[in-house]
């Protein structure tokens, strides 16, 4: 028998070999059904769609306050370590949660999962999750008779619609809002009380446990910092390694209010100005020699699709570019800036030439297709079930146009987009009359192991601010600092953060207070819109590991899909 290092060695060869081959992101497809997957109280894993990955469905209590037996089935996805399960090397599973609420960790294994694996090292499995009452964890959550029903209504205009639109914009937004809570209560079967974040944690309690461990492995996301900070402030003793990235500020999420999230917002339309100013005409088309000559030939496009929207047809679909659309697509690039500011660049430039194809397709939804069906569509991911997350978890919201009203204005103090943040609470002013009894708070504890936060400096929804806040309830937690614009660390690639990041999944490890990544390039630093991929160039001192971490960030920054409150572009 090889000895531990020489076992070591041969391991991290593999790994590098896996970690480097070119990986397709091809959708998922009908070809793997969950229906193969009964739900047990153990893990049972089956291989799944077509990349390897291994699937299971883990049955859990539907009341965590009751011992009736009826239960809920949460499904997983993962993929396993490198390393062999009975190695001394492995290091067990990382639960993974991209957001929301309402985002499938299913699906993003799928989209990041290899990018994610290259990150954490060989020794874990990463395994993403359906939250309970979303997408394949069932009962899932759902308001509507019908997929067509249901369809018509998040296809509405009012879904996307800017507060700012017209003169009756905010107004329709109440209104829709108004009708969504009530048509919840009333197509309620008895599952709806029960999608919150208190009992997410319990779950995730169990998958835990299910994988034969004590303590948990997590990072997570946006929303999914909500979820780790309820989880640490619930289970302080059952905590191994927790990341919480992009940090929400977890009161003012369970307040229902999402009154803070805008505090940097602008500065992330400034840094899309002044890069595109630093790039130069070659690589940023709607260059002019300064950011206040760019906005105003941003602003004279607002004008101009205000005055007249701009009807497109592409081979897949068809739709109409107006002034919501262009501050949709705009908002959204805020995300995903290394992804989505070159993109943008030239979608703005090909619009003032008038042309409105490049935005539209930025805006691009599928296209509604009848189904057959009818059991497979059961594992749909829909919207419906993020907001009962969001609305069983937060207070009670005033039904008053005038409360609804006075919010916008409070917000548009904060920042220029409020008009795109008024989706994130609407569904709740009137919600059923649930007991709110589960955990909301207080998040201070005395973590088994201290958490780490990671924040971008500037950061279009969950503030830097958020992540200092939060840390000061954790005892010894550290916030690491990502200087970058975008949401969530992978939007910018820093060889610096992820590896501070591996090093505290691998040896617990903590940066030191004060650390501050820097990224490795800007958002406008890539190929060329439309010219050949260019060649990675490594630092000569860079080790085989460096080099496959360096370009998995690279690749996450490029591919980067963290998902939203409800109704925001879905």
């Known amino acids: 028998m090889p000895g531990l290092a020489a076992r070591r060695c041969s391991f991290l060869a593999l790994w590098l070999i896996l970690s480097t081959a070119p990986v397709h992101s091809t959708p998922d497809t009908a070809d793997f059904s969950w229906h193969k997957i009964v739900p047990s109280e153990e893990l049972i894993w089956h291989e799944c769609y077509s990349s390897g990955h291994q699937c299971a469905r883990l049955k859990v209590p539907l009341d965590y306050a009751s011992t009736d037996g009826v239960s809920a089935a949460i499904a997983l996805r993962r993929i396993r370590s490198v390393v062999p ?3 001394d090397e492995y290091r067990g599973p ?9 985002a499938s960790g299913v699906d993003f294994i799928g989209m990041a999962g290899e990018r994610i694996a290259a990150v954490v090292g060989p020794e874990f499995d990463v395994v993403g999750f359906d939250p309970r009452g979303i997408s394949r964890s069932t009962p ?3 308001f509507f008779e019908t997929r067509a029903e249901q369809n018509a209504f998040w296809s509405s205009e009012v879904t996307s619609m800017s507060a700012n639109s017209s003169d009756d914009a905010l107004a329709r937004m109440w209104a829709q809002g108004m009708l969504l809570g009530r048509l919840a209560g009333e197509r309620d079967e008895g599952s709806l009380w029960f999608m919150n974040t208190d009992y997410t944690a319990r779950d995730m309690l169990r998958l835990v446990q299910a994988h034969g461990r004590d303590k948990i492995q997590y990072w997570g996301f946006s929303y999914g910092s909500v979820l780790g900070a309820t989880f640490a402030a619930m289970f302080p003793d059952k905590v191994g390694r927790l990341v919480i990235d992009a940090v929400m500020d977890a009161e003012d999420y369970y307040a229902g209010e999402f009154s803070n999230n805008l505090i940097d917002t602008d500065k992330v339309w400034s840094a899309f100005l002044n890069e595109c100013v630093a790039a130069g005409p070659t690589r940023c088309p709607i260059y002019a020699p300064t950011a206040a000559e760019i906005q105003t030939i941003v602003d004279g496009l607002y004008a101009s699709l205000r005055k007249r929207p701009i009807p497109v047809r592409t081979p897949t679909s068809y739709g109409i570019v107006d002034y919501s659309v262009m501050r949709n697509v705009i908002f959204m ?18 619009l003032k030439a008038g042309n409105a194809t490049g935005l539209y397709k930025m805006f691009e939804k599928l296209q509604f297709k009848c189904s057959c069906e009818a059991d497979e569509l059961l594992f749909e991911n829909v919207i419906d079930g993020g907001v009962a997350v969001q609305c069983n978890d937060g207070k009670r919201l005033s039904q008053e146009f005038d409360a609804f009203e006075m919010h916008y204005r409070n917000l548009l103090a904060r920042s220029s987009w409020a008009d795109m943040w008024m989706h994130a609470r609407q569904g709740c002013m009137t919600w059923p009359e649930f007991p709110k009894t589960n955990f909301r708070g207080p998040f201070v504890a005395n973590t088994s192991f201290p958490l780490l936060l990671v924040g971008n400096t500037v950061d279009p929804v969950t503030p830097l601010w958020a992540a200092n806040k939060m840390s000061k309830g954790f005892a010894g937690s550290v916030v690491l600092t990502q200087d970058s614009i975008g949401h969530g660390s992978p939007a910018a690639p820093s060889l610096c953060t992820q590896k501070h990041i591996r090093r505290y999944f691998r040896e617990g490890v903590l940066p030191k ?6 990224t490795d390039g800007g958002p406008f630093d890539g190929p060329l819109p439309g010219g050949d991929e260019e060649e990675v160039v490594f630092d000569v001192d860079f080790g085989a590991e460096e080099r496959v971490l360096l370009e998995a960030v690279r690749e996450l920054a490029r591919e980067w899909d963290v998902k939203v409150p409800f109704g925001l572009a879905e």
Do not use: E, K, W
């Not at 990382?94 to 309402?102: E, M, Q, R, V, Y």
């Not at 207070?513 to 820097?518: H, K």
């Open 94 to 102: 990382i639960l993974a949660n991209p957001g929301g609420p309402g």
């Open 333 to 350: 690039s805020f995300y995903r800036p290394y992804a989505s500011f070159p993109t943008l660049a030239q979608a703005l430039a090909d």
């Open 140 to 142: 899932r959550s759902s």
């Open 85 to 87: 399960h009975d190695s």
């Open 513 to 518: 207070v004060g650390t501050v990544c820097s």
